[in-house]
């Protein structure tokens, strides 16, 4: 089902670019104003010149900020700072990382090209909603860079790992790239080119479905870009470029894929203690409190017994946090909230998402906040991070406002839930996965146009 391509890959000089770490950057859409500046100051060649920040609903049609990457593209491979390979190949792209829990592991994955297909046909499913400004913005800047500077991240089944181990008896010895991204995590790329072994992993893609992780925009943005290109040529050919996207693809198996819970931190109209919080929920929910702790502890034993009873079954299990008074609740599903009118309106396979527990019943079925109110009001912020969590929930607690915070922990959502819902055609809620490490861009683009430019080392 899936067409897996090699590609010849735009990737820094490393005679130009000694040190990658000052020019790679994580996905557009996870640098704030403040990190962008950061990286604009350690290089001026980092990618962020290049991938521009989004500017999501504020993006405007034939911008130049889009033409002035455009002229910063040409010039970098004019000057050499960006060389082509000369070669098609598959890269074998791993990440050494250290997860929160404090385990060390390894994430294998491959980049290589995808022919785009629509949603509809089944080869590429996505689980997240995307949002028509965001896509706009990336629309422009793909379309007048002509090329993908951001990878799609997408989740392929392969239980015996035979794709990566054909590859990895394959690649150069010598990698062609290594970086360290801000959290320290090692990104290494192995180029790999013979043509035989290209041709298996394409046959072995041929009957796989692919599930979209991360970069739901991205793949919907290429999608529009090879409608535009068709406009311009109606007789485009099936190899184009426009009719490709890059992405970098891992097995649901790989025993280094992690998914990060994404918590909630709520900003509720009006003053509530954590009495009437509680209060507020047990129509809905049996809550029981979690006593003998503070702070950082007692939010690590919410995690905990929420982790043991994901472990065990049953209804889904949410922590909330009070920072005002410093005091955590367990929040168990009651059966009879399971039947109520909002929940009934999901998909079965939506219904056993702590994620829709919390947006559904919660956040909607209790606190009657829809997700169009949170986001115009700006009622939630979401961490990935539970120190972080933590620490924007007590500053908020002290300021003077007319809301309460309450910190909504969640366990992570499984890999096979996200296949579940993709092969149902279902949406999960916003911001339900977080898969961890974040992919750098930078470390391989590919170009749609072929304008001479390619320059080797």
Same mark, same amino acid.
């Given at each position: 089902m899936a067409v897996i391509a090699p590609f010849r890959g735009v990737r820094y000089n490393p005679e130009k670019i000694k040190n990658l770490d000052e020019v790679l950057t994580p996905p557009y859409d996870v640098i704030d104003e403040k990190a962008g500046d950061a990286f604009l100051k350690k290089n001026p060649h980092s990618m962020i010149r290049l991938d521009l920040r989004n500017t999501g609903q504020k993006a405007k049609k034939g911008s130049d900020r889009y033409v002035a990457a455009r002229a910063r593209f040409d010039d970098w491979?004019?000057?050499?700072?960006?060389?082509?390979?000369?070669?098609?190949?598959?890269?074998?792209?791993?990440i050494d990382y250290l997860h929160p829990s404090g385990r060390k592991m390894t994430r294998k994955g491959i980049v290589s090209l995808v022919g785009l297909a629509d949603f509809s046909e089944g080869i590429v499913k996505p689980h997240e909603e995307t949002f028509a400004g965001v896509i706009q913005d990336r629309l422009e800047l793909m379309d007048t860079c002509g090329a993908q500077f951001s990878k799609v991240f997408s989740l392929y089944s392969d239980p015996e790992q035979e794709i990566i181990g054909l590859l990895e008896k394959a690649a150069e010895k010598e990698p062609i790239a290594r970086a360290k991204d801000p959290d320290g995590n090692v990104h290494t790329l192995w180029r790999v080119s013979d043509p035989d072994t290209l041709q298996k992993v394409s046959r072995l893609f041929a009957d796989k479905s692919l599930y979209i992780a991360d970069g739901h925009h991205r793949y919907t943005t290429a999608l529009a870009c090879r409608e535009r290109a068709r406009a311009r040529n109606p007789e485009l050919e099936a190899d184009s470029p426009y009719n490709f996207i890059m992405m970098y693809l891992s097995a649901c198996e790989d025993p280094g894929l992690s998914v990060l819970p994404t918590h909630r931190l709520?900003?509720?109209?009006?003053?509530? %203690?954590?009495?009437? !919080?509680?209060?507020?929920?047990?129509?809905?929910?049996?809550?029981?409190?979690?006593?003998?702790?503070?702070?950082? %502890?007692?939010?690590?034993?919410?995690?905990?017994?929420?982790?043991?009873?994901?472990?065990?079954?049953?209804?889904?299990?949410?922590?909330?946090?009070?920072?005002?008074?410093?005091?955590?609740?367990?929040?168990?599903?009651?059966?009879?909230?399971?039947? %109520?009118?909002?929940? !009934?309106?999901?998909?079965?396979?939506?219904q056993e998402l702590d994620v829709v527990a919390l947006s559904d019943i919660l956040l909607q079925g209790i606190f009657h906040l829809s997700h169009e109110q949170c986001v115009r009001d700006h009622l939630l912020s979401y961490f990935s991070d539970v120190n972080a969590a933590l620490d924007a929930a007590v500053k908020k607690s002290v300021e003077k406002s007319e809301s309460t915070p309450l910190l909504f922990l969640l366990n992570p959502t499984r890999v096979s839930q996200v296949t579940d819902v993709a092969d149902q055609g279902e949406i999960m809620p916003h911001k339900s996965t977080y898969f961890y490490p974040k992919i750098l861009t930078g470390l391989l683009i590919n170009k749609l146009s072929d304008d001479g430019k390619d320059k080797q080392s």
């Open positions: 491979q004019d000057e050499g700072t960006l060389i082509r390979d000369d070669k098609p190949a598959i890269y074998l792209y791993f709520l900003s509720l109209p009006g003053r509530v %203690s954590a009495d009437e !919080a509680a209060s507020l929920v047990t129509p809905s929910f049996t809550v029981r409190e979690i006593t003998g702790s503070s702070r950082e %502890s007692l939010v690590n034993a919410l995690l905990e017994r929420m982790d043991e009873l994901a472990l065990a079954g049953g209804p889904a299990a949410l922590g909330m946090y009070h920072p005002g008074e410093d005091r955590g609740f367990i929040l168990l599903v009651r059966p009879e909230a399971m039947n %109520s009118e909002i929940i !009934a309106e999901r998909a079965e396979v939506l």
